[in-house]
């Protein structure tokens, strides 16, 4: 006899003289029947996913034969194509290394021209720094031309002294 979730709810007991306490055997009977109730869900829950398994597994039992025939198919192509891809790379070889030659003498050509170019260079630094030189010099001989004392410099002194005197002379002559 199958039981259901129902039958539990609903089985009653007689009662006895000195029997368990009623209240205790029904909360308990109502435990077991939402227990028993979430067993069952989840028993056709786990029927359900194990068809929806197996109706996948058949799917992929499929495509995996229809890989194998793929792979088996694939692997000719691919044997055709090595074939085809191994001419075709001796051609992009040889045209490659006539590039790589043509690149190599343009390089050795603008090695040249660098080279020329950096000695260019070199020549005009050198004239440059001796202008440079020049100018400092002819700078550094006025400012040693300036930095002499001049006839204000050695003087000052004495023109104070007599501007001082005269001041005083025109103070005392004017009283």
């Known amino acids: 006899m199958k039981l259901t979730p129902l039958d539990i709810r609903q089985k009653r007991f007689e009662a006895a003289l000195r029997g368990f306490s009623k209240r205790e055997v029904e909360a308990f009977l109502e435990l077991i029947a939402g227990e028993f109730e979430e067993v069952v869900k989840e028993n056709i829950g786990l029927k359900e996913e194990l068809k929806r398994t197996q109706l996948r597994l058949e ?41 790589a030659e043509k690149i190599v003498h343009g390089a050795h050509q603008r090695l040249v021209q660098v080279v020329e170019d950096i000695n260019e260079l070199k020549r005009q630094r050198t004239q440059f720094e001796s202008q440079v030189k020049s ?28 501007v001082a005197y005269l001041t005083q002379k025109k103070a005392q002559s004017g009283e």
């Open 59 to 99: 799917q992929h039992l499929e495509r995996e034969r229809t890989l194998q025939e793929t792979m088996v198919t694939a692997q000719r192509i691919s044997e055709d194509m090595k074939a085809a891809a191994k001419k075709e790379a001796e051609i992009i070889l040889a045209d490659a290394e006539h590039q």
């Open 135 to 162: 100018v400092v010099e002819a700078h550094q001989k006025l400012l040693e031309t300036f930095s002499g004392r001049t006839f204000a410099d050695k003087d000052y002194a004495r023109v104070e002294d007599n």
